[in-house]
Protein backbone atom coordinates (compact mmCIF):
# COMPACT_ATOMS: atom_id res chain seq x y z
CA UNK A 1 0.00 0.00 0.00
CA UNK A 2 1.07 3.41 -0.98
CA UNK A 3 1.91 6.46 1.23
CA UNK A 4 -1.00 8.27 -0.79
CA UNK A 5 -3.51 5.44 -0.32
CA UNK A 6 -3.19 5.52 3.73
CA UNK A 7 -5.34 8.83 3.87
CA UNK A 8 -8.77 9.06 2.46
CA UNK A 9 -9.03 11.52 -0.79
CA UNK A 10 -10.89 13.52 1.56
CA UNK A 11 -8.10 14.58 3.37
CA UNK A 12 -5.74 15.19 0.13
CA UNK A 13 -8.44 17.45 -1.33
CA UNK A 14 -8.86 19.76 2.23
CA UNK A 15 -4.66 20.14 1.99
CA UNK A 16 -5.13 21.16 -1.82
CA UNK A 17 -7.90 23.69 -0.49
CA UNK A 18 -5.80 25.42 2.68
CA UNK A 19 -2.96 25.70 0.11
CA UNK A 20 -5.26 27.24 -2.27
CA UNK A 21 -7.08 29.68 0.52
CA UNK A 22 -3.68 30.92 1.90
CA UNK A 23 -2.38 31.49 -1.36
CA UNK A 24 -5.25 33.92 -2.40
CA UNK A 25 -4.84 35.80 0.94
CA UNK A 26 -1.79 35.99 0.58
CA UNK A 27 -2.18 37.81 -2.92
CA UNK A 28 -5.43 39.56 -1.43
CA UNK A 29 -3.83 41.28 1.59
CA UNK A 30 -0.65 43.11 2.31
CA UNK A 31 1.21 41.31 4.91
CA UNK A 32 0.19 42.61 8.23
CA UNK A 33 -2.93 44.15 6.81
CA UNK A 34 -5.48 42.12 7.53
CA UNK A 35 -9.05 43.51 6.94
CA UNK A 36 -10.70 45.34 10.01
CA UNK A 37 -13.92 42.77 10.42
CA UNK A 38 -11.41 40.41 11.26
CA UNK A 39 -9.62 41.73 14.49
CA UNK A 40 -11.52 41.60 17.58
CA UNK A 41 -13.38 44.69 19.23
CA UNK A 42 -12.61 45.14 22.85
CA UNK A 43 -16.32 45.36 24.71
CA UNK A 44 -17.28 48.80 25.68
CA UNK A 45 -16.23 49.88 29.16
CA UNK A 46 -19.87 49.23 30.93
CA UNK A 47 -20.37 46.03 29.48
CA UNK A 48 -17.30 45.04 30.94
CA UNK A 49 -17.54 42.12 33.79
CA UNK A 50 -15.21 44.17 36.33
CA UNK A 51 -16.77 47.54 35.80
CA UNK A 52 -20.06 46.06 35.74
CA UNK A 53 -19.50 44.47 39.45
CA UNK A 54 -17.95 48.20 41.07
CA UNK A 55 -20.87 50.04 39.91
CA UNK A 56 -23.03 47.21 41.16
CA UNK A 57 -21.26 47.66 44.19
CA UNK A 58 -21.65 51.27 44.34
CA UNK A 59 -24.92 51.13 44.07
CA UNK A 60 -25.62 48.67 46.84
CA UNK A 61 -23.27 50.74 49.38
CA UNK A 62 -24.79 54.10 48.51
CA UNK A 63 -28.53 52.31 48.77
CA UNK A 64 -27.50 50.86 52.35
CA UNK A 65 -26.26 54.20 53.49
CA UNK A 66 -29.37 56.05 51.83
CA UNK A 67 -31.45 53.55 54.17
CA UNK A 68 -29.72 53.76 57.21
CA UNK A 69 -29.55 57.78 57.27
CA UNK A 70 -33.67 57.52 56.26
CA UNK A 71 -34.04 55.66 59.23
CA UNK A 72 -31.79 57.52 61.45
CA UNK A 73 -34.23 59.20 64.79
CA UNK A 74 -33.42 63.21 65.49
CA UNK A 75 -30.98 64.38 67.44
CA UNK A 76 -32.96 64.52 70.21
CA UNK A 77 -34.28 61.60 70.07
CA UNK A 78 -30.49 59.59 69.29
CA UNK A 79 -29.68 61.55 72.43
CA UNK A 80 -32.18 60.24 74.88
CA UNK A 81 -31.91 56.92 73.66
CA UNK A 82 -28.36 57.45 74.81
CA UNK A 83 -29.36 58.83 78.09
CA UNK A 84 -31.71 56.47 79.09
CA UNK A 85 -29.35 53.56 78.43
CA UNK A 86 -26.55 55.36 80.89
CA UNK A 87 -29.25 56.09 83.50
CA UNK A 88 -31.39 52.33 83.35
CA UNK A 89 -30.22 51.35 86.56
CA UNK A 90 -31.36 54.79 88.44
CA UNK A 91 -33.50 54.82 91.00
CA UNK A 92 -35.12 57.70 93.04
CA UNK A 93 -37.94 61.15 92.91
CA UNK A 94 -35.71 64.20 91.97
CA UNK A 95 -38.91 66.26 91.79
CA UNK A 96 -42.38 66.46 92.53
CA UNK A 97 -44.91 63.88 90.97
CA UNK A 98 -47.80 66.71 90.59
CA UNK A 99 -45.00 69.29 88.84
CA UNK A 100 -43.87 66.24 86.58
CA UNK A 101 -48.01 65.48 85.83
CA UNK A 102 -47.94 68.70 84.33
CA UNK A 103 -45.33 68.61 82.01
CA UNK A 104 -46.54 64.88 80.88
CA UNK A 105 -50.02 67.01 80.02
CA UNK A 106 -51.68 65.34 82.81
CA UNK A 107 -52.92 67.78 85.57
CA UNK A 108 -55.57 66.33 86.53
CA UNK A 109 -54.28 62.83 87.33
CA UNK A 110 -53.98 61.86 91.06
CA UNK A 111 -50.95 59.32 89.97
CA UNK A 112 -48.18 58.74 87.28
CA UNK A 113 -48.57 56.54 85.91
CA UNK A 114 -47.13 52.41 86.05
CA UNK A 115 -44.87 51.86 88.84
CA UNK A 116 -42.46 54.88 88.60
CA UNK A 117 -38.97 53.89 88.55
CA UNK A 118 -37.33 57.19 88.29
CA UNK A 119 -38.10 60.94 88.22
CA UNK A 120 -36.25 63.42 87.46
CA UNK A 121 -34.94 66.39 85.20
CA UNK A 122 -32.05 65.87 82.67
CA UNK A 123 -30.65 68.15 79.54
CA UNK A 124 -31.56 66.17 76.47
CA UNK A 125 -29.76 67.64 73.32
CA UNK A 126 -29.76 71.48 75.50
CA UNK A 127 -33.01 70.66 76.02
CA UNK A 128 -34.35 70.79 79.80
CA UNK A 129 -36.75 67.74 79.86
CA UNK A 130 -38.51 65.40 82.69
CA UNK A 131 -37.75 61.95 82.93
CA UNK A 132 -39.68 59.17 84.10
CA UNK A 133 -38.95 55.94 84.37
CA UNK A 134 -41.86 53.68 84.58
CA UNK A 135 -43.14 50.06 84.88
CA UNK A 136 -46.36 49.25 83.42
CA UNK A 137 -47.28 45.24 84.16
CA UNK A 138 -48.73 44.28 80.76
CA UNK A 139 -45.82 45.91 79.08
CA UNK A 140 -42.45 46.29 80.94
CA UNK A 141 -40.19 48.85 81.24
CA UNK A 142 -40.86 52.39 79.42
CA UNK A 143 -38.68 56.00 79.87
CA UNK A 144 -41.01 59.19 79.19
CA UNK A 145 -39.14 62.39 78.56
CA UNK A 146 -41.58 65.37 78.37
CA UNK A 147 -39.64 68.47 77.37
CA UNK A 148 -40.08 72.07 78.96
CA UNK A 149 -39.40 74.33 75.89
CA UNK A 150 -41.14 73.62 72.36
CA UNK A 151 -38.66 70.63 70.34
CA UNK A 152 -39.41 70.15 66.59
CA UNK A 153 -40.60 66.10 67.13
CA UNK A 154 -42.77 65.23 65.09
CA UNK A 155 -45.03 62.07 65.56
CA UNK A 156 -43.46 58.59 64.58
CA UNK A 157 -41.55 55.41 66.19
CA UNK A 158 -38.21 53.08 65.02
CA UNK A 159 -35.22 51.70 66.75
CA UNK A 160 -32.23 52.45 67.08
CA UNK A 161 -29.11 51.72 68.95
CA UNK A 162 -30.73 48.55 70.67
CA UNK A 163 -34.04 50.68 71.72
CA UNK A 164 -37.86 51.27 70.49
CA UNK A 165 -38.81 54.76 70.71
CA UNK A 166 -41.86 56.61 69.62
CA UNK A 167 -43.05 60.31 69.61
CA UNK A 168 -46.25 60.76 70.53
CA UNK A 169 -48.71 63.97 71.67
CA UNK A 170 -49.98 64.71 75.24
CA UNK A 171 -52.98 65.32 75.85
CA UNK A 172 -51.83 69.07 75.54
CA UNK A 173 -50.76 68.49 72.04
CA UNK A 174 -47.08 68.54 73.06
CA UNK A 175 -44.08 66.47 72.02
CA UNK A 176 -43.64 63.16 74.85
CA UNK A 177 -40.98 60.61 73.64
CA UNK A 178 -41.10 57.27 74.85
CA UNK A 179 -37.78 54.96 74.76
CA UNK A 180 -38.30 50.83 75.49
CA UNK A 181 -36.34 47.58 75.42
CA UNK A 182 -40.00 46.29 74.41
CA UNK A 183 -41.84 47.74 71.70
CA UNK A 184 -45.30 46.30 73.24
CA UNK A 185 -44.41 48.36 76.05
CA UNK A 186 -44.79 51.45 73.87
CA UNK A 187 -48.10 50.89 73.10
CA UNK A 188 -49.23 50.94 76.83
CA UNK A 189 -47.55 53.64 77.48
CA UNK A 190 -49.13 55.68 75.06
CA UNK A 191 -52.58 54.26 75.65
CA UNK A 192 -51.62 55.55 79.57
CA UNK A 193 -50.84 58.42 78.72
CA UNK A 194 -53.11 59.86 76.10
CA UNK A 195 -56.43 58.49 78.32
CA UNK A 196 -59.17 60.81 78.95
CA UNK A 197 -58.81 61.83 82.35
CA UNK A 198 -62.20 60.11 84.48
CA UNK A 199 -65.02 62.46 84.55
CA UNK A 200 -65.32 63.89 88.48
CA UNK A 201 -68.66 63.26 89.81
CA UNK A 202 -70.60 66.67 89.77
Not at 8 to 15: E, K, L, Q
Not at 119 to 140: N, Q, S, V, W
Not at 170 to 179: A, C, D, H, Q, T
Amino acid sequence: MSHDDQHPTSARDDSAFDLRARAELALAYEPGEAPPHLFRRPAPLLKRRPVQRFLAGLLLAATGTGAVLAMRPPAVVRNAIDHEYHERTLRGSFMDPRQLLAHLGMPDAKVLPGFPQLMRPCDIEGHTAYHLTTFFEKGGMVTVYAFDQPVDLSESSGWWNSAHWKVIRSREGKPLLLVAQQKKALAVAQAALQRAPVARPG
